[in-house]
């Protein structure tokens, strides 16, 4: 055999992986030079000022400020992801268990706020919670209270607003994981003589695991991140993350800072996934976005 | 087939709960915007358009309209063509790399978008893109883009490609066996992906906050400003406006989508 001989299908072959390459270059260029390099960008501007440098990571690391909002960002994520786990499961439950046409029904109402801005429902939030908004006049003319409730500028708000925007993302992950369990698993464990709730936590809820460690992570992950609602109706005492960073470069400069503070939270969401893929694929978790 | 169990009750109680919760938010901001109050009051005092007529007759926010519709239109023109070509290339090619490249494609979705915007706005700062039109549109390209990719991938899914072998058997360049079998078979999935990158490119807010400015502010920064200081009836009407647009075009594309699927 000789190999000097170009061989005419290794050459149609090598025209075919250049043209899709070059198929795919303009998009990834895109990424690379807006994604990737600002990243980069951000990692070396967290090492470096004129010689390298762990003073920003030092800051980050024992400055109360950092420590706090870290803390604080991470107990809201949790609550959220918990909160939203108990309030999607039974509407995705109930999704899996009627018939088609209500099941409809039923996602388009889940997807419905996915498609209003979410700096308009963060304006409905504060129509809805506000000392003067809707929440506190009905429970003012109900008698149920004296004094308006303080809903909003606080933690509570920026929780529940986070929730209403992200429960979508706990809904349809555990939607898709429940339609995949078969039905008759159920009717097995009902005719060797289990009760409903005994099937449900032995065989449904097992099942259905999957779709609540996708909906959990891509919950938990997209709030570690959240910037508007807590901007908007934190009322400033709730600085999370993200704040930390825009705060660092509009207001004071410290572009070193921010880029440490940003470096850690996409650390810590890479870790996230990291362990996330060992369990499940990870296009099961983005797929629903 | 399904009795009426006590816990059964209670599930459709929390789920009817869960899903007022839902929507209310949406629906409370169109009255809202049709109120003649000056302050919030639940129900409105009377029907009025005044705050319509305010953001019509604000230049500042048409200003900020026009650019948030360009800017929209202008993303989903480059990221379509930019995601289908991609999307192609991922399903047909059976190159190793293409698993890392399909993998970067979708890191918008990824990476939080508070440190896209940051990182953004210092690259834009050294090469003059921030306060400009093309800067404000490459970033929404970027962020459309996932959208595009994983809707026209989902899209080729269902697609046999030795269709496309046939045609060019047949005699057609690959171009146009593309666009003749190909693309007329993926097209509603072509176009949901440009619906949802026109829609991520009008709500986008964050890369906006930190990367427009002067006369190429987005709608979303200017309301995002104005909420921040005091709570304008005016922004109800333009979120309703705005949710009005979404909804069209989402319909839109499923009507589309139901016609040819």
Redesign the interface.
């Known amino acids: 055999m000789t190999t000097s001989v170009p061989d005419p299908s290794q050459k149609h072959q090598r025209r075919?992986?250049g043209?899709?390459?070059a198929?795919?270059s303009?998009?990834?260029l895109?990424?690379?030079?807006?994604?990737?390099?600002?990243?980069g960008?951000?990692a070396w501007?967290s090492i470096y000022n004129d010689g390298f440098t762990l003073e920003n990571y030092r800051r980050v690391f024992t400055e109360d400020v950092y420590w706090r909002s870290f803390a604080l960002t991470f107990e809201i994520s949790l609550a959220v992801t918990v909160i939203a786990l108990l309030?999607?499961y039974?509407?995705a439950?109930?999704a899996n268990?009627v018939p088609r046409g209500w099941s409809i029904l039923?996602l388009s109402?889940?997807v419905?706020?996915f498609?209003?801005?979410?700096?308009?429902?963060?304006?409905?939030?504060?129509?809805?919670l506000?000392r003067?908004?809707?929440i506190n006049?009905?429970l003012r003319y109900l008698d149920v209270i004296s004094e308006p409730l303080a809903l909003v500028h606080n933690t509570f708000g920026t929780v529940v607003a986070t929730v209403?925007i992200l429960?979508?993302f706990m809904v349809l992950p555990l939607y898709a994981s429940m339609q995949k369990i078969p039905n008759d698993l159920m009717q097995a464990g009902a005719s060797l003589g289990a009760s409903?709730?005994l099937t449900f936590f032995r065989v449904f809820l097992p099942l259905s695991l999957p779709g609540v460690l996708a909906g959990c992570t891509m919950v938990f992950?997209l709030c570690?991140?959240f910037?508007?609602t807590p901007?908007?109706l934190g009322g400033g005492r709730t600085v999370m993350v993200?704040m930390l960073?825009?705060r660092n470069?509009e207001l004071y400069n410290q572009?070193g800072a921010?880029?440490a503070v940003?470096v850690v939270?996409?650390l810590g969401?890479?870790a996230i996934?990291c362990v996330v893929s060992r369990f499940i694929s990870l296009d099961r978790v983005?797929?629903q976005? | 087939m399904m009795r009426a169990t006590p816990a059964r009750i209670a599930l459709y109680v929390i789920s009817a709960l869960v899903l007022v919760y839902l929507i209310i938010p949406v629906l409370i901001i169109a009255p809202i915007s049709f109120s003649s109050a000056r302050f919030l009051t639940f129900p409105p005092p009377s029907f009025s358009l005044r705050w319509y007529q305010q953001y019509f007759s604000n230049p500042a926010w048409m200003q900020a309209t026009r650019v948030t519709l360009t800017v929209a239109l202008l993303t989903v023109v480059i990221a379509t063509p930019f995601g289908v070509a991609a999307a192609y290339a991922i399903s047909q090619s059976k190159l190793r790399i293409m698993r890392l490249i399909h993998m970067a494609l979708l890191l918008p979705l990824v990476v939080p978008i508070i440190i896209i915007a940051v990182g953004i706005f210092f690259v834009y700062a050294k090469v003059g893109l921030v306060a400009t039109m093309p800067g404000l549109v490459l970033a929404n390209v970027m962020l459309g883009l996932p959208y595009v990719v994983i809707s026209v991938l989902a899209g080729l899914q269902s697609f046999d490609p030795a269709q496309e072998m046939v045609a060019r058997s047949l005699g057609m360049n690959r171009l146009r066996s593309f666009f003749a079998v190909t693309l007329p078979q993926i097209k509603s999935s072509v176009v949901a992906g440009g619906v949802f990158a026109f829609i991520s490119a009008m709500d986008e807010t964050i890369v906006a906050l930190f990367i427009s400015g002067g006369q190429y502010q987005p709608l979303t920064k200017r309301m995002f400003t104005a909420l921040r200081d005091e709570i304008d009836p005016t922004i109800a009407a333009i979120s309703t406006l705005m949710t009005a647009a979404s909804f069209m075009l989402v319909l839109a594309a499923s009507a589309r989508q139901k016609r040819s699927g």
């Open positions: 075919e992986h043209l899709m390459l198929l795919v303009p998009a990834l895109v990424i690379l030079a807006l994604i990737v390099l600002p990243v960008w951000l501007q309030l999607g039974p509407v439950y109930l268990s039923i109402l889940v419905l706020p498609w209003t801005s979410v700096l308009v429902r963060a304006y409905a939030w504060l129509a809805l506000q003067t908004g809707v006049q009905l209403h429960l979508p409903p709730s992950v570690l991140g910037y508007i901007e908007l993200s960073v825009s470069v572009f921010a880029s940003a939270l996409l969401v890479l996934f983005l797929g976005k």
